[in-house]
Structures are given as structure tokens and as C-alpha cells.
């Protein structure tokens, strides 16, 4: 009876380890990021040629970035963007949302960046993309509770975030950061919320290039 007993004990054992495996990828999953369109994964930039640091920073040499998508339209306090006018600048895309903790965790840090380098006169622009918010009342209000001042597209259904070429580094989480160079290619990304360091880290090196 021993040998009968013994392989269905194993086969508990394994079941319980797959199930504890699960639950803790879907944790992981779940403090990682709100939400994405990849479960997670990061898609490749320009081919592919791109590197992730261990801080989940993915960043693209000067010679393999792509240009970005223009992205338009009605911002959050009701003005007009188009992010192509911005050319010439090191722009930053927040994509955010106000049900989102990691973008509230990560939202004084975008406060504090852009106010900084704004006041050292620096040639950096910081637009925000705002979605799945139904209305713009919770947007508004998340962003006077964390004194963001720079502008957000309002983007409810997501559709900005799908202008962005199949195969570039593209904001498939949210959050999700990209940071483009001054010819308005994508430079560096990351899914995940940023520190204030880790923000600076994508910002100065574009800053620096020539």
C-alpha cells in the first residue's frame, strides 16, 4: 500500500508548489504596476538593440532610437498638446491614472524633477497622459494634491498609448515612463514607478548629448 500512497502525497505537494507559485507572480504582478497590456513584459525597442538595467530602466543608443508618435489633443485642464511642438527639448511622458497607487507613490517625484529642473532653466518638457479616468474631476484633483503644474493629455480609452510603433520601447503598463531625446526619438522607458533618482538617471544623459 506504500507505493500506492507515496505518488499521490508527491502529486499534493506539487500541486500546492504550483499554487504557491502562482499567487506569488500574481503579487509581484500586482505591485509592479496597475495594469498592462503585455502582462508585464517589456517589449522591444528598434530590433531589440536596447538595454534594461536592474532598475527596469530600458534605455536606447543615439544610433538605434526610433521617433516617437506625435500625441495630441485635449489636456486635463481643458487646453491643447501636441507633443511634436516640443522638438528640441528632452521631453518626459508620464502615462498615469488617479486610481493608481504606484502613480500616486511615484507623483511627488514628478513634481519635485520637473519643478526643479524647470526653475534651473533646463530644456526639459514634462507632459503627463492621463486614462482609464472617466472624468476629468479625479485627474484634476490628483494632480492639485500632489502640485503637479506641467500638462496632461486626457486620454480615457488609451488610445495614445497604441500610436506607439509595434517593436519601440511603448508605455504598455501604467505607470509607465518614456523619456525622448531632443530629436524626439525614444531614449529610455521603464513600467514600473520611478524614484526621483531614477528619474534623473533617464533625464541627464539626454540632457548631456549634443
Given amino acids: 500500500m506504500s507505493p500506492s500512497r507515496a505518488p499521490r502525497r508527491r ?33 522591444g525597442g528598434s530590433g531589440g538593440n536596447y538595454v534594461t538595467g536592474a532598475s527596469g530602466i530600458s534605455t536606447v543608443s543615439a544610433a ?22 516640443l522638438k528640441g527639448k528632452v521631453v518626459v511622458l508620464n502615462v498615469w491614472g488617479s486610481w493608481c497607487p504606484p502613480c500616486r507613490a511615484e507623483a511627488p ?12 532653466g533646463k530644456d526639459v518638457a514634462f507632459v503627463g497622459i492621463n486614462t482609464r479616468d472617466n472624468s476629468k474631476r479625479n485627474a484634476t484633483a490628483f494632480e492639485e494634491s500632489f502640485g503637479i503644474t506641467y500638462p496632461s493629455l486626457f486620454d480615457p480609452a488609451g488610445k495614445l498609448m497604441l500610436r506607439f510603433p509595434k517593436g519601440t520601447l511603448n508605455p504598455n503598463a501604467i505607470p509607465s ?29 539626454l540632457l548631456a548629448e549634443q
Fill in 11 to 43: 502529486r499534493s505537494t506539487g500541486g500546492r508548489a504550483t499554487l504557491l507559485t502562482a499567487v506569488t507572480l500574481a503579487g509581484a504582478l500586482t505591485l509592479s504596476a496597475c495594469s498592462g497590456s503585455d502582462g508585464g513584459k517589456a517589449a
Fill in 64 to 85: 538605434e532610437r526610433t521617433a516617437a508618435p506625435k500625441l495630441d489633443g485635449e489636456t486635463v485642464d481643458g487646453g491643447t498638446l501636441d507633443t511634436t511642438a
Fill in 109 to 120: 517625484s514628478f513634481a519635485k524633477v520637473s519643478k526643479e529642473l524647470a526653475d534651473a
Fill in 177 to 205: 515612463t518614456i523619456v525622448l531625446d531632443k530629436e524626439g526619438r525614444i531614449a529610455a522607458r521603464t513600467l514600473v514607478a520611478v524614484t526621483e533618482e531614477q528619474l534623473r538617471s533617464m533625464i541627464d544623459p
